[in-house]
């Protein structure tokens, strides 16, 4: 596979890598550096303990048999040698664990023997701290020391005590870190790569498949599947490629059947009109009568086109969100009895019964045209799916927070499957799937209202049940103009 600098996975392993060299230098660095410090305090550390244990098992134990042959065992546990002098620079006690490195034993620095005098004691040890420590450097071995010395005073002596230990060569301790961080260098590189690989690839994989499944969404492939992988992110990427892969779906779909049914409104008015008028021109032309029957013909089919080209025309306005509502203080409860009241001989020929259950007035800020525009559309609606011998509610009233009216039209017809509903907006949508041509309606009544609903920011949908009837609402908000 080709190695791609700008891709996931080589960031990923970038990151890591660099991540793990930092982390092993800083480390490095930080325990180089502050080794000899640390291991000179941890080792003075350490002889000051060793020093307690003596003076606790010399002086305070008063010198038993027993405490003598512990303080020799502490003496040869720790690699320690210890003198002890009383005033008078005598020596009382001494323990050597290192033979010829011992450095109290013929000590060939002056600065040493001048420190072992009983002058040299009480004027090292004269301050208030009445402990001493030093580096020197064993002449006979070459090799590093600690000095030790501390004053001991009790009620019937004052005793001198030196302790002295060796000191590892820290150089040797330092390339031995060194070489031990440059394996841990290598180690923790190889590590940070394989979980830069492990987990770039599971971020990428997801996002890969994800790709090729776009790819074919690109080319109109509908048919795909994207999968979001183990993280939350992927994951909801991959619910919002599926979504919008059913959304474009079913936009290519309405395409298509806006096409079908725009050809099919245009084309049959279009063909009765060019039949009827040769007929005139061939058959009629002589004859009033059938004159007259097939000009009717030909002006009804032109005033659906007309029709047509209107509510295409308002249904672009109003979804361009440019359209401008000319909104007054309107009644609607005298909205809707004028609609009913034109729309009386439509209901009588559907055989239907209309109940109107509205008070005297009510009063809301909207375009008046419009919104008698929507409840005529949901009469209309209504009139065309209810049986005959069946009834149709309109009702209208004041909702509780005293702020919004609510407008209903409920009919008692075949119901809406539930998987529809969320469609019936869009233009042609019907719920049998299929288009047939009507000369009272052009496909777009709900459309329109829902542009209409949206331009006043008001409220609207349906409730229904298959073979229950169905129930469209609009609420508006009952604000007057100032």
């Not at 190695?3 to 890591?16: A, E, K, N, S, Y």
């Not at 001048?114 to 208030?128: D, P, R, W």
């Not at 090799?143 to 005793?159: G, V």
């Not at 086109?305 to 007054?328: A, C, H, I, P, W």
Request: net charge negative.
């Amino acid at each position: 596979m080709k190695l791609d600098l700008h891709g996931i996975r080589f960031r990923f392993w970038l990151v890591f890598f660099a991540l793990a060299i930092g982390i092993t230098v800083f480390i490095g660095a930080l325990q180089t550096g502050l080794i000899r410090p640390y291991y000179r305090n941890s080792k003075i550390q350490s002889v000051r303990v060793v020093a307690d244990h003596l003076e606790d098992s010399l002086v305070e134990s008063r010198s038993t048999e027993s405490s003598v042959q512990a303080a020799l065992r502490e003496a040869v546990n720790n690699s320690v040698c210890v003198v002890m002098f009383n005033e008078s620079g005598t020596r009382v006690y001494d323990a050597d664990s290192l033979g010829a490195g011992c450095i109290f034993t013929n000590p060939r620095n002056s600065e040493i023997r001048g420190m072992l005098t009983a002058e040299g004691m009480q004027q090292l040890l004269a301050s208030e701290s009445s402990e001493y420590s030093a580096n020197y450097t064993n002449k006979s071995t070459g090799q590093e020391m600690i000095i030790y010395a501390r004053r001991i005073s009790e009620p019937l002596a004052t005793y001198y005590m030196f302790v002295n230990s060796p000191l590892e060569p820290v150089d040797s301790v330092v390339t031995f870190f060194t070489r031990q961080y440059a394996y841990y260098t290598a180690i923790a590189i190889v590590i940070a790569s394989l979980v830069a690989f492990y987990v770039s690839r599971t971020i990428t994989r997801p996002v890969v498949r994800m790709k090729n499944e776009a790819l074919k969404l690109s080319n109109a492939d509908y048919d795909t599947d994207f999968e979001g992988g183990a993280y939350t992110e992927t994951q909801e990427l991959a619910n919002t490629l599926n979504n919008a892969s059913e959304q474009l779906r079913r936009i290519d779909n309405l395409r298509r059947d806006l096409i079908a049914n725009v050809s099919h409104d245009i084309r049959t008015p279009l063909t009765d009109i060019q039949a009827y008028a040769e007929m005139i021109r061939d058959v009629s032309g002589e004859n009033p009568e059938k004159r007259r029957k097939h000009l009717n013909v030909i002006i009804r089919e032109t005033q659906y086109m007309n029709r047509l080209v209107n509510d295409m025309s308002e249904l672009s306005k109003l979804q361009s969100g440019n359209y401008e509502l000319n909104r007054t203080n309107m009644d609607i409860c005298e909205t809707i009895r004028d609609i009913v009241d034109m729309d009386e001989t439509l209901i009588r020929q559907a055989g239907v019964t209309v109940h109107v259950d509205i008070p005297d007035v009510l009063t809301v800020y909207a375009d008046e045209i419009k919104i008698s525009q929507v409840i005529a559309n949901y009469l209309s609606n209504a009139i065309k799916h209810t049986p005959q011998g069946k009834s149709i509610w309109i009702r209208a009233w004041m909702k509780d927070d005293e702020e919004t009216v609510r407008v209903e039209v409920e009919d008692e017809g075949e119901g809406i499957d539930p998987a529809d509903i969320p469609y019936i907006w869009d233009r042609y949508q019907k719920s049998s799937h299929s288009f047939s041509r009507s000369m009272t309606s052009t496909g777009l009544g709900l459309a329109i209202v829902k542009g209409i609903a949206d331009a006043h920011g008001a409220g609207y949908g349906v409730e229904s049940e298959p073979g229950e009837g169905t129930t469209f609402w609009l609420e508006l908000r009952e604000t007057h103009e100032a």
